[in-house]
């Protein structure tokens, strides 16, 4: 079984909406690819991307999704 992972985005209540959303974008990219769903994984990564261009986590795990 996988690991939970945490990280810190900000203090609770200030964090900006397109954190969040890359951060939930993340996350369901994630359970997707844990799920075996490559598909609507890369879906989301794809969605991290395009809100945050420098997201190195999600760039890795698209590849992943690809290979």
């Not at 203090?11 to 369901?28: C, D, K, N, P």
């Not at 989301?44 to 290979?67: K, M, N, W």
Request: hydrophobic letters at 50%; one cysteine or more.
């Amino acid at each position: 079984a996988a690991e939970p992972m945490h990280a810190l985005i900000g203090r609770a209540g200030s964090v900006e909406r397109a954190v969040l959303a890359v951060t939930e974008a993340h996350e369901a990219g994630v359970a997707a690819l844990h799920a075996g769903d490559c598909s609507a994984a890369a879906a989301r990564f794809r969605t991290c991307l395009s809100l945050d261009p420098a997201d190195r986590a999600a760039a890795v795990l698209l590849e992943r999704c690809a290979g």
